[in-house]
């Protein structure tokens, strides 16, 4: 028996007028997007009395409080795509997917996609490594005549090339496929909160990017991708995870294809942007060795084509200016070959304690400006003259030097970790510019390569005998910069806080200058936190470079092993 909701009249006095049927709708309780999940769901109004709303009391409706609009959090540590539970009352016809479905109260919803993957996806690579970098953005240089047209990225079949369980998906996501759906509420759910160096009420891993996604089919499709790539790290399950975010990846490329094919970067929407630095951010979760310059610099180049971070409208340039700066410079310490170089970086302030960067906004900076000493090795004054103004600054650099505008939910806990992080880029900078130095002097004591049958000339046979010039006087010695930053790492317990997750640069370069066991020891403990409680895939990669550097014979530098390796290390 199915009761109506119309509002039940009350009896009036002969002399007082009845109202209509409008009247007392409008009477009625108000309806608010705050309601109890249940009057949500049946999309009625919800008086919102606590701890049950009358209105699920009368209809005898048990009453779901109004906690998440999730009806179960994923745990990422459980095998979640062999777990399904059917509908108790209602069979569900595949028949046409737009239906709209009615569930009973102790009817639960599970977003968990359970069937197995399509098998044409089972061998695909997880990024096309093997296609032509250049191919994956084709520019049009040209101005067009799209103009302010609205670009509609046609999505590739209901769910894909995926088979998944039949559900009853939510009607507040009703255009989404089910595992739009899952990986959504996964990235909803935890997904923000290990992503970010900083989590805060306002992070806009949820609160800028969700909303532009709900509505952009190929931006949801780049969250999608970076979502599932996270679940897979974290999962026990991570083949099927991993496969989906293969298919997200591939079909984002697909979606910004078309759109570039209408549009001149200039005039590009700003979803096809975000969804480039999702991608970027993609392969950095993935933990990727190649391909994610590529994307770095079609973000640049978008960038740049708009006239730079500070020509971006104000909610663009806040989620995008701190990721754009910290990917950007931590590229150009060992990515300089295929970075595109950008004059205007440097000028980009950030006026909110990002998300990314903290307080190390500066010391990212002047770490690519170390990275950048090898191109005045041939004018030793200029050298002199950058090293100094290098150590100047890190010598005077403080966090409290800038004062940014702080999110709101920060907590004093969420600022010394901020600053412990911070203090440990610093030294961390000092190791590199030491490092640095080191591996200039001795290119620039190597005598020239010349023919195995061509003596060399006596004086040049002379010069080959002397000892490489002495490094700049640095304020900081190498010794003193490693013992304070592995004495950070000691006395924080880099447990689950996000901010912990920004030490991967600042861990690796300590490894890379660490000869003592036990000092690698900690090292390694700690990038495994690190990757245990984050699930970011470049902290493996970190990990395996050092154990090729620590079981390697001699003193090769890092960035020569990369060479040889032909990695593009991310350190970001």
Known sequence: MTVSNTAIMVQQPSSA????????RREGAKWTRSGCLTCKRRR???DEAKPCCHSCARLGLKCEGYG????????PSANVFSQFRASKRR?????????????GPEEELWLCPSSPVSSSLSTAPTTPADSDNNSLYSWNNEDNEYGDVQVTIPDIDACGTLTVAPPIPSRYFSHLSHHDTHYLQYHTELGSKLLANLESIDNPLRSFLIPRALSSPLLMKALCAVSATHFANRSRDKQEAQTAATDYYV??????????????PRSLPDEAILAVAMLCKYEIVRGSVQ????????????????GGVDALNDDMREFL???????????????????????????VKISKLDIYIGYAEDLIKICARIADLPTLSEDPVALDLEVHSIDTSLRDWAPTNTTYIIPRGITESNLVRLRMVANCFRDAAYLYLHSTLERLNQGMASPPSLPLATPLPLALQASSKLVPAPSPSISLPRSTALHQLLSRIRAFPLDEHCEYSALTFPLFIAGCESRDPSDQELIIQSLNKLEANFGIGNVRRAKEMLSILWA?????????????????????
């Open 17 to 24: 007028q009845t109202p209509t049927r409008r009247r007392c």
């Open 321 to 347: 200016s701190g990721f754009y700066v910290y990917a950007y410079n931590m590229a150009r310490i060992n990515n300089r070959k295929h970075i595109n170089y950008d004059l205007n970086i440097g000028n």
């Open 251 to 264: 079909r984002t490329l697909s979606g910004l294809q078309l759109t570039i094919a209408k549009y001149s």
């Open 91 to 103: 069979r569900v016809s595949t028949a046409s997917s737009s239906t709209s479905f009615s569930r």
């Open 68 to 75: 998440s609009m999730w009806a179960e959090p994923l745990d």
């Open 291 to 306: 391909q994610w310059t590529v994307h770095l610099n079609a973000l640049q180049e978008l960038i740049m084509a708009r």
């Open 44 to 46: 009625k109004r919800c």
């Open 552 to 572: 390697g014979e001699g003193d090769v530098h890092w960035l020569d092993m990369l060479e040889r390796l032909q990695w593009d290390l991310i350190l970001a």
